[in-house]
Structures are given as structure tokens and as C-alpha cells.
């Protein structure tokens, strides 16, 4: 593990090992390459918004990500 280390010479943080922790390989590649998914509502919800301001300009005559997702 390593942590931020202010050097006050130098006036900047410098990253020191400050311990080694060894885990196995196959229980720690899965923990971070498993993901975790959220509410799909919530990513519709996020991703409309972000079309919505790329296309304030000039919206498009087309339905909603929710409308073409409910029927």
C-alpha cells in the first residue's frame, strides 16, 4: 500500500510504500472485475439527461430512452 508523503523541500506529495499486503490472485481479480450493477431506471434516467443537453440546440423529432424502453 502507499501513501501521499508531503516533502516540504520539494513542496509536493510524493507516494512512499508504506506496507506490503499480499492476497490471493484469483479472489482479488474477481473483486474488481466483477461488477456491480445499480438500478437500470437510474442509468436511463443519467443517460437521457446527458442526450437532452447535447441536443438542446437541436433536439430531434424521436421518442425518449424511457419511451422506447416501456413499450
Known amino acids: 500500500m502507499y501513501d501521499l508523503v508531503f516533502d516540504k523541500e520539494q513542496k509536493q506529495n510524493n507516494l512512499v510504500l508504506s506496507e506490503t499486503v499480499y492476497t490471493e490472485f484469483e479472489p482479488a481479480l474477481l473483486r474488481v472485475t466483477t461488477p456491480e450493477p445499480g438500478d437500470i431506471?437510474?442509468?436511463?434516467n443519467i443517460l437521457q439527461n446527458r442526450?437532452?443537453?447535447h441536443?438542446?440546440?437541436?433536439?430531434?423529432?424521436a421518442p425518449s430512452l424511457t419511451d422506447i424502453i416501456s413499450g
Open 41 to 44: 431506471s437510474e442509468f436511463i
Open 51 to 53: 442526450l437532452d443537453e
Open 55 to 61: 441536443l438542446d440546440k437541436n433536439p430531434p423529432d
